[in-house]
């Protein structure tokens, strides 16, 4: 075997065992991997980039939280993901996406030139899929809108109040008490009326009131305005 380049052999012989084990072969040279640790200028897909605003913010690393906030944020600081980071320091069992989208509900504004990011279908509206969650610490850029509006009830004395100074002098219904006591209480709204230690029939002595027995125990009391004393 006089002339066999025994190294060379030796060598290629290595190689095809280390592509049948699956190994990468010591002669083939070494792919150099994108850097993702960067802004997001670096090659990383929209899928690798989802993945990570959707894993908790202690789970990433350093470079890898700077590649989620710049892509939500756009590059450079800005108002919204300075509070972004902060917000997510002080919840880092959270991920960037969900506290950007609370951002969003509660009017952070548009992020600064970074990537709108895909809200699993959301729609052209921009809301968050999932109801906020409201945890303490958490920061926030605005107050969200107040949703609550105070219940107005109106009270059976003001409608009969309202009615009888729309029609002076005419009776006006207050109101209908039946039961084993229903003398007693339908004699007290009317002293009531006539006092005026209901409110809405103040003054005193601008209404008159009276109670009618309509049918066997049942009462009905009636109230009229006559016009405030002078």
């Given amino acids: ?101 609370i951002q969003q509900a509660v009017g952070a504004g548009p992020s600064t030139g970074g990537h709108q990011p895909d809200t699993d279908g959301a729609g052209a509206t921009g809301a968050p899929t999932t109801p906020v969650r409201w945890e303490p610490g958490m920061l926030v850029e605005k107050l969200p809108e107040d949703l609550h509006h105070a219940r107005v009830v109106v009270s059976d004395a003001q409608k009969t109040a309202r009615a009888a100074h729309e029609h002076p002098g005419r009776w006006v ?11 007693r209480i339908a004699l007290e709204k ?11 029939f103040a003054p005193a002595a601008s209404f008159e009131a009276q109670a009618r027995e309509v049918e066997p125990g049942r009462y009905v009391v009636f109230c009229r305005y006559v016009g405030a004393e002078q």
């Fill in 1 to 101: 075997m006089d002339g066999i380049d025994w190294d060379e052999w030796i060598r290629s012989d290595a190689d095809n065992i280390s592509q049948l084990r699956g190994l990468r072969s010591p002669q083939q040279q070494t792919q150099t991997q994108p850097k993702r640790m960067g802004e997001p200028d670096m090659e990383i897909t929209e899928n690798e980039l989802r993945e990570m605003a959707r894993t908790p913010w202690h789970d990433l690393t350093a470079n890898q939280q700077r590649v989620v906030l710049a892509n939500l944020c756009g590059p450079g600081k800005s108002t919204a993901r300075t509070g972004l980071r902060d917000a997510l320091n002080m919840n880092p069992t959270r991920t960037a996406m969900e506290l950007w989208q």
């Fill in 173 to 183: 219904v207050y109101g209908v008490s039946d039961g084993a006591h229903a003398r």
């Fill in 190 to 200: 009317v002293r009531r009326v006539v006092r005026a230690k209901t409110s809405a």
